[in-house]
Nanobody, 122 residues
Framework: VQLQASGGGLVQPGGSLRLSCVAS????????VAWFRQAPGKEREFVSN????????RYLDSVKGRLTISRDNAKNTVYLHMNSLKPEDTAVYYC????????????????WGQGTQVTVSS
């Protein structure tokens, strides 16, 4: 499966963005999809994931209540709705896919999109 992430940008603290991850290739609806982020000088960290049916979701504690993951399998797309953004959310955001929803480590994912930069600054 091939993934393409988009939707990043520069936003003020408290602002909102919506990231999109569009898939092509193998059956997208068979894959769980995760969002990771990587800030300069830091390791890539898990942010959120959603199971193949869009029923179950999981979040990093620091983003709960502010970020929401969703998917539209008819459009082969997973979204990350980002609200109440903080400067510490600044990072390159990546989407990744794997059949196993339980995986939350970057090295467990074989399929990756290119990153999209999110910068939260006044």
């Amino acid at each position: 499966v091939q993934l393409q992430a988009s939707g990043g940008g520069l936003v003020q603290p408290g602002g909102s963005l919506r990231l999109s991850c569009v898939a092509s290739g193998r059956s997208f609806s068979a894959y769980a999809v995760a969002w990771f982020r990587q800030a300069p000088g830091k390791e890539r960290e898990f942010v959120s994931n959603i199971d193949s049916n869009g029923v179950s979701t999981r979040y990093l504690d620091s983003v709960k209540g502010r970020l929401t993951i969703s998917r539209d399998n008819a459009k082969n797309t997973v979204y990350l709705h980002m609200n109440s953004l903080k400067p510490e959310d600044t990072a390159v955001y990546y989407c990744a896919a794997d059949p196993n929803y339980s995986r939350t480590r970057a090295n467990e994912y074989a399929y990756w999109g290119q990153g999209t930069q999110v910068t939260v600054s006044s």
